[in-house]
Nanobody, 127 residues
Framework: QMQLVESGGGSVQAGGSLRLSCVASRYTWRTYCMAWFRQILGKEREGVAVIDSDGSTSYTDSVKGRFTISQDTVNTLTLQMNSLKPEDTAMYYC??????????????????????WGQGTQVTVSS
């Protein structure tokens, strides 16, 4: 069983930046599909960004050009969030699964396709 631990959430004003980190208890570099999801209370969990085991990335349209997903070390996933907006406010979750990897919104790219989850870190953006 793999554990994922997120950190880096907090409260910022609109236009600010945050950097989320997710540390895995296993080696994930080019081995696992890694992703960030977010969820607002009462709504479905939404895919934000995914990085494939071959290093390719995909983003949901609302964060393109503002967020960057990367694997900084062999077991650390990050999400750099710039130009934050109030609508980015949510609980952010790190997720992992073994390949094959999907794309957000497509086959193998939804929450049900990821078997490992962190506990979440809250991001709050005020206007």
């Amino acid at each position: 069983q793999m554990q994922l631990v997120e950190s880096g959430g907090g409260s910022v004003q609109a236009g600010g930046s945050l950097r989320l980190s997710c540390v895995a208890s296993r080696y994930t570099w080019r081995t696992y599909c890694m992703a960030w999801f977010r969820q607002i209370l009462g709504k479905e969990r939404e895919g934000v960004a995914v990085i494939d085991s071959d290093g390719s990335t995909s983003y949901t349209d609302s964060v393109k050009g503002r967020f960057t997903i990367s694997q900084d070390t062999v077991n650390t996933l990050t999400l750099q969030m710039n130009s934050l907006k109030p609508e980015d406010t949510a609980m952010y979750y790190c997720a992992a699964n073994l390949p094959p990897c999907g794309t957000l919104g497509g086959p193998l790219g939804g929450p049900a396709d990821f078997g490992y989850w962190g506990q979440g870190t809250q991001v709050t953006v005020s206007s």
